[in-house]
């Protein structure tokens, strides 16, 4: 089955320990985002890729990064995670990212609570 | 991407069609409309997409202004199912660092049995 698989579903951590949220597709696609949901705000890109070793910033890259070294796997590193980051995350992916004809796949989310 | 207005939210009864306003006033010439939804505890999903003229799929129809400023998502016979948050996005073409996506609020449909 096509899938964006996410893990963990939840996690809870405290300020400024490290954690890496786990992001994998099994489409072969090339294009691969993160995004936060907070109540009131929507959807925000956090960072992009269009392709292993590309990476690029969204709307709100403070406090994350990522990494792209296999095509199928992006994940979302916070090196000192703080409160403001207590979120829910979405990874997505699209064959080309270029393409407007092109869909979105979203993962299942990913509920973070930093104490 | 077009900056997209949709009204908080809207009510529908089971069984009936529901339309879902979107205004793109600052949508240029080359932006497709697409169109997600998030229903509770998941990811969003795609719903539907056009460019110019009218499109249907199994999900919905969209039907998008002759000037482009405004689309109208179309669900035919709406179900408890159909229960979600619709977002409207503006898509630019040519990707790359234009290839940012702001989903927006969205409009949170609530069906009624």
């Known amino acids: 089955e096509a899938q964006v698989t996410q893990n963990p579903r939840y996690l809870i951590t405290v300020t400024g320990k490290k954690l890496t949220v786990t992001c994998s597709q099994n489409?072969?696609?090339?294009?691969m985002s993160w995004y936060r949901q907070d109540p009131g705000l929507g959807l925000r890109q956090i960072y992009y890729?269009?392709?292993?070793?590309?990476?690029d910033k969204g709307d709100v890259p403070e406090g994350y990064k990522v990494s792209r070294k296999e095509k199928r796997n992006f994940p979302l590193i916070l090196e000192s995670p703080s409160p403001n980051q207590t979120s829910l995350y979405f990874c997505?992916?699209?064959?080309?990212?270029?393409?407007?004809?092109?869909?979105?796949?979203f993962g299942s989310g990913t509920q973070l609570s930093v104490l | 991407d077009a900056k997209t207005t949709q009204p908080n939210s809207m009510e529908s009864n089971e069984e009936e069609p529901v339309h879902l306003p979107c205004n793109h006033s600052?949508?240029?010439?080359?932006?497709?409309i697409h169109w997600y939804r998030q229903l509770p505890s998941q990811g969003p999903e795609y719903v539907i997409h056009?460019?110019?003229s009218n499109v249907n799929n199994r999900m919905a129809s969209l039907a998008i202004a002759e000037d482009r400023k405004s689309s109208t998502l179309i669900l035919h016979r709406a179900t408890l199912r159909d229960a979600a948050v619709y977002y409207c996005?503006?898509?630019?073409?040519?990707?790359?660092?234009?290839?940012?996506?702001?989903f927006g609020k969205g409009t949170l449909l609530t069906v009624n049995p």
């Open positions: 600052t949508i240029s010439g080359t932006d497709y």
């Open positions: 056009g460019l110019t």
């Open positions: 997505a992916s699209s064959p080309t990212g270029i393409g407007i004809n092109e869909k979105l796949f």
């Open positions: 489409m072969n696609h090339e294009y």
């Open positions: 890729s269009m392709n292993v070793e590309v990476t």
């Open positions: 996005i503006g898509m630019k073409d040519g990707g790359g660092s234009n290839y940012k996506l702001t």
